[in-house]
């Protein structure tokens, strides 16, 4: 029993830009971060992942990528996301 976890508790848009192709995704309680315990860099790439891809349908872009540029296993307040098309 318990074997099903969610990733994450919280995602959140901030930032959201259709137009120029960017966002900010605030993630909170990421239970990567949290079962991979402290670390010095983002541990989140599946997240990223995740949210990269969705960002290629969300923008209608096949040039979507994300970067997780803050992470709670580094001990911010939240894993933040940056999503940007690539040049």
């Known amino acids: ?43 989140d790439i599946v997240i990223e992942g995740y949210i990269g891809g969705s960002a290629i349908i969300i923008f209608d872009s096949k040039k979507m990528l994300c970067k997780e540029t803050k992470c709670e296993a580094k001990g911010d307040p939240f894993c933040l996301f940056e999503i940007y098309e690539a040049k």
């Open 1 to 43: 029993e318990g074997a099903e976890k969610n990733i994450i508790e919280t995602l959140k848009f901030f930032d959201l830009d259709l137009k120029n192709k960017k966002a900010t995704i605030r993630v909170f309680n990421s239970t990567i971060a949290r079962e991979l315990g402290r670390s010095k860099e983002p541990v």
